[in-house]
């Protein structure tokens, strides 16, 4: 039945290419500002980054308290018809001695873009942006996390797509048709953030429900008056999975979870007002599927004062999240949390930066703290910095299966990860 | 920091075959404020920043490249390499991209900003390593610039009615002569009490700007130079320095490759357009 959804998209396409083939043939096509009137172009960016994550304490697996790694990407990127077709291209690979899930390739993007007037065709590995808030990406679902990479579920995978994005009067609208899906990455049980479990990634599963078919996904999102507003629709393979304990479980033994990805429909709404130096934000969803159907929203504000430390900007920022599956709410989600952080933009030569905040439980009292900060060194560098902390919730031990299953429990699987990571990057 | 080509009296009529009547005429009704002893220094103010608007009005699109070269009160410098798209509004307000290519950490960042006359602007932030267009709070305009001297309300294309504008009188200035005009700027935001603005008064380009802060002391000079003519109509500085009094810090800009007419429209000016910049 889900299989049949795919049909009328395509159709849908058919017919909006149909209509902007005779809207917009009497204005002049210029895809990209710069391009210019000149031949093609092409762009090579390249980053090499080290990174060393420091640990207080060895993994609850016996990992060791230092992961050193090294990245490199390249971003290449053609362009012809004064900018009208692009091929982009971006290699990612990752070496890390500790941890063999995060030493691997991917291609970040490699897609074929074509930019008419009033139109954007877009065929490939691609990344995609919904949403507004700064504590959680509720909304954006379109990519698959790259966990391995961070847990702050900001590093996403290329997902294969087909989509075409109307830019009219009334608005943007973007429809994407998903064909393959891609699992979530998970650290392996000699790398970190692990807690007590070893992911079964071998045996883990798309259900049957969510096989065979083509994913697929709408948006519309319009500047009306102060209020930029984006609606969405998904339905496909939910990105997020379901685990399932697998084998025996042993006090001191890492408990084995099978990753199973079932199917959902998902409705989202994202929304930003900006007033003066305050601006609002929203984000909401409702998911239905073979899991029960849920709500979640987070809604908050920034508010920035120009100039409060000096030369330095501060930003302050409150959210509030909620999900309505309450104490079952799953790891990295939050039930019934207050998110309080500030951001500071120094506006020195450097573009130095800082961003930290706490995510609150306020009725079990579990907290999130993060750090985020980076400053240019030289020309081409810049050195980041990272840091975590999970607390007020008690520690979940290997085995402790009675632990895992007791509710708001879960995030006692991350008390022994509280990590310091340092990168250094060098551009080219 | 629009400012265009105009004439003396005596080239006036070549000037016409050239330019058309529209910038004759605010040239004209410039004239004709100035001249009138019953004009308010009020109104005079406003006529001369008008005019200097109207005379640069009709440029349709233009694309530069900027080098800016950021030096601190230590001597430590620091240099951005950026690229401004303006789309001039003909309803609306201007809609301007800048767009980072250097330092490379900052490459691909880009700023999208919807200028509106009667109410607050539209302004979103790229962040290209997430592909994700922010929102931002228009007030930020207050605030430095990429760490420069400049904020970004010094940079953009201003609208007229942004200011509470006053006539002071005509000076000398460098080889020439200046209509000097104090502006007030009407938003709460802005993170001045008044600019003095001195105005070419051959080609109503903009020479000199002394900002003071919102207590009313001297803040920042910013000087214009090496001037260029465009289609025989538009003049753009190819130098600017903008120097900070109170903390010794210094900017200059180093405008280059000037382009006008290159068929841009809405499109290139929306936050999908920000995703492919390059």
């Known amino acids: ?428 | 920091m629009r400012c265009a080509w105009s004439a003396s009296p005596l080239l006036f009529t070549l000037f016409l075959l050239l330019i058309g009547p529209g910038t004759a005429a605010a040239r004209e009704q410039l004239e004709a404020v100035l001249a009138d002893p019953a004009a308010s220094a009020e109104a005079r103010g406003l006529a001369v920043a008008e005019a200097a608007r109207r005379v640069d009005a009709g440029y349709g699109d233009e694309l530069v490249a900027v080098r800016m070269v950021l030096h601190d009160a230590r001597g430590s410098s620091s240099e951005r390499a950026i690229r401004i798209a303006t789309l001039e509004g003909v309803e609306e307000g201007d809609r301007s991209l800048i767009l980072f290519d250097a330092p490379r950490d900052q490459r691909g960042t880009a700023l999208l900003t919807w200028n509106h006359a009667q109410r607050e602007d539209d302004q979103w932030l790229y962040l290209p390593s997430l592909r994700r267009a922010k929102k931002i709070a228009a007030r930020n305009r207050s605030g430095p610039f990429a760490g420069s001297e400049f904020a970004f309300e010094d940079l953009t294309a201003e609208e007229t009615s942004n200011y509470r504008w006053r006539f002071v009188g005509e000076v000398s200035c460098g080889e020439g002569r200046c209509y000097e005009v104090e502006r007030f700027p009407v938003e709460s935001w802005s993170g001045y009490s008044r600019q003095q603005v001195f105005y070419d008064t051959a080609t109503l380009r903009i020479e000199r700007i002394e900002y003071f802060d919102r207590r009313g002391d001297a803040l920042k000079t910013f000087v214009a130079g090496d001037w260029s003519l465009h289609d025989d109509r538009h003049w753009r500085a190819g130098y600017m320095d903008m120097r900070n009094h109170q903390t010794g810090r210094r900017t200059e800009l180093l405008w280059s490759d000037h382009s006008f007419g290159n068929g841009l429209g809405a499109d290139d000016f929306s936050t999908a357009a920000l995703q492919r910049l390059n």
């Open chain 1, 1 to 428: 039945m889900r299989c049949g959804l795919a049909r009328p998209l395509l159709g849908l396409l058919l017919l909006l290419s149909t209509l902007l083939g005779a809207e917009g043939a009497q204005a002049q096509a210029v895809s990209n500002p710069f391009a210019g009137s000149a031949g093609p172009r092409t762009e090579f960016d390249a980053s090499v980054a080290l990174q060393l994550r420091g640990f207080p304490r060895r993994g609850e697996l016996g990992q060791d308290r230092l992961q050193p790694s090294a990245a490199v990407e390249f971003t290449l990127r053609r362009d012809w018809n004064a900018g009208a077709d692009s091929l982009t291209l971006s290699p990612f690979y990752r070496f890390d001695p500790e941890d063999g899930q995060r030493r691997r390739g991917d291609l970040r993007e490699a897609f074929y873009s074509h930019v008419g007037s009033g139109f954007e065709i877009h065929a490939g590995l691609r990344r995609v942006f919904w949403g507004q808030t700064e504590s959680k990406r509720l909304v954006d679902v379109l990519n698959q996390v790259d966990l391995v990479e961070n847990v702050d579920e900001e590093d996403r995978l290329g997902q294969p797509m087909l989509s075409l994005t109307l830019l009219r009067d009334w608005g943007v609208l973007e429809a994407y048709l998903l064909p393959g899906f891609r699992e979530r990455t998970f650290a392996s049980t000699d790398g970190r953030l692990t807690g007590p479990f070893a992911i079964d990634e071998a045996r883990s599963g798309i259900r049957r429900v969510a096989k065979g078919r083509v994913d697929w996904a709408l948006r519309y999102s319009h500047l009306i008056g102060d209020v930029e507003l984006g609606l969405s629709w998904f339905e496909g393979t939910n990105r997020e999975p379901d685990f399932a304990v697998v084998g025996p479980v042993e006090q001191g033994v890492p408990i084995r979870l099978r990753p199973e990805y079932g199917a959902m429909s998902q409705f989202g709404l994202d929304a930003a007002l900006i007033r003066g130096d305050w601006a609002f934000k929203l984000e909401a969803l409702r998911r239905g599927g073979d899991a029960p159907s849920h709500s979640a929203v987070v809604l908050g504000f920034e508010r920035t004062l120009v100039g409060a430390l000096g030369r330095a900007d501060l930003g302050l920022l409150l959210e509030y999240l909620f999900d309505d599956r309450g104490r079952r709410t799953p790891l990295l989600a939050y039930a019934n949390d207050v998110f309080a952080g500030l951001r500071i933009g120094f506006n020195d030569l450097a573009d130095s930066e800082l961003l930290a905040g706490v995510i609150v439980d306020h009725r079990s009292g579990r907290q999130v703290w993060s750090l985020e900060a980076s400053t240019r060194i030289g020309r081409h560098w810049r050195l980041s910095a990272q840091a975590r902390a999970f607390a007020g919730v008690q520690a979940l031990r290997a085995g402790d299966l009675t632990g895992l299953l007791e509710p708001g429990r879960q995030w006692g699987a991350l008390v022994r990860d509280d990590y310091l990571e340092l990168e250094l990057t060098r551009f080219f």
